[in-house]
């Protein structure tokens, strides 16, 4: 069955450091997103984007970060220098036009120190 | 106001039970509704989605969707200790007059199902 596949697992990072966070989505799928979950808290929308550009983003997706679709498979998550705040789990989820249903990769657990 | 709402629990039934999940959304205009489950440490997994007012069967989850009520439930009927995780409600929400969306999580539920 296809899945979403997200690398590296964990990451740790300085504080003020640049990190890539990568995203494989499902191959047919079209619309692909990020989301965080600090620890004990819920999960947060980020970003969606579709057709090579941003359709949405929240708030908490400020100029430190950044998306890009480099290739035909992989969808990265940048964020250009890391905040003690950043660290959280980061998930990718992609989805097919319709249903509206996001399947969500396994995460990439972020620690900055 | 928050958007999505649940009880956080945490919740406990004995093994075989019926468990019952509740959540409330203040978008009316939502038309997607979903039910992750989301076990420590690890990521929300799709276990049901709804789109229609009633209920939805899928083995021995039932979701229950009122929009004139902005109300969604998730019952797991002969439930199992593997059951045990968190359960979030996710509500979809579109940019009028687009395809583009993002699902809003409700914070979840902790259910444990006791031996």
């Known amino acids: 069955e296809p899945e979403v596949t997200q690398t590296p697992s964990h990451q740790v990072t300085q504080m003020g450091q640049e990190v890539i966070l990568r995203c494989v989505p499902i191959?047919?799928?079209?619309?692909f997103y990020w989301y965080r979950q600090i620890l004990g808290q819920k999960v947060e929308f980020l970003v969606s984007f579709y057709n090579n550009e941003i359709s949405e983003k929240s708030e908490i997706f400020d100029d430190q970060f950044s998306v890009e679709r480099p290739d035909g498979s992989n969808f990265t998550l940048k964020i250009r220098s890391t905040k003690l705040e950043d660290s959280a789990m980061y998930f990718c989820a992609s989805r097919d036009g319709v249903p509206y249903e996001q399947y969500f990769g396994p995460g990439t657990r972020l620690t900055v120190t | 106001q928050k958007e999505v709402e649940q009880n956080s629990g945490p919740l406990s039934v004995p093994e075989g039970a019926i468990a019952s999940l509740n959540c409330t959304y203040s978008?009316?205009?939502?038309?997607?509704f979903f039910w992750y489950r989301q076990y420590s440490g690890k990521s929300p997994e799709l276990i049901m989605s709804i789109y229609s007012n009633g209920d939805k069967e899928d083995g021995r989850f039932t979701a229950q969707l009122n929009k004139a009520s902005q109300y969604v439930s998730l019952l797991i009927r002969d439930s199992q200790p593997s059951d045990s995780a968190t359960y979030l409600c996710a509500v979809n929400m579109f940019v009028p007059k687009t395809s583009y969306d993002k699902v809003i999580f409700g914070p979840g539920t902790s259910l444990s199902v006791i031996p």
């Open positions: 191959s047919n799928h079209l619309y």
């Open positions: 978008d009316r205009g939502s038309q997607s």
